[in-house]
């Protein structure tokens, strides 16, 4: 069973940063993050591949990173000049280069004040 912990949310003022971090149990081709905001699906944040490609949505371009640590298993997710639009529980999942997994741990909530 994969184990995924997530941690780093928090309530931040809009222009803010927060970095979130999430500690995968093995190791898999990619890594990412995706968020929930209430009453809305969750969506695909960032991506980060073991071959060293990242990939973003539009709505976080240049205000986000995402980074790994292979060595541990964990990925970073810098958050950069956030807005109220980015509050959401944010997850991290696991996926090979043709799916994500099933795998989601608790997620950590993300609140931006205006």
């Known amino acids: 069973q994969v184990q995924l912990v997530e941690s780093g949310g928090g309530l931040v003022q809009s222009g803010g940063s927060l970095r979130l971090s999430c500690a995968a149990s093995?190791?898999?081709?990619?890594l990412g993050w995706f968020r929930q905001a209430p009453g809305k699906q969750r969506e695909l944040v960032a991506t980060?591949?073991?071959?060293?490609?990242?990939l973003y949505a539009d709505s976080v371009k240049g205000r986000f990173t995402i980074s790994r640590d292979s060595a541990k298993n964990t990925v970073y997710l810098q958050m950069n000049s956030l807005k109220p639009e980015d509050t959401a529980v944010y997850y991290c999942?696991?996926?090979?280069?043709?799916?994500?997994?099933?795998?989601w741990g608790q997620g950590t909530q993300v609140t931006v004040s205006s």
């Open positions: 999942n696991v996926g090979n280069p043709s799916k994500w997994y099933d795998y």
């Open positions: 980060s591949t073991t071959t060293g490609r990242t």
């Open positions: 093995a190791t898999f081709f990619k």
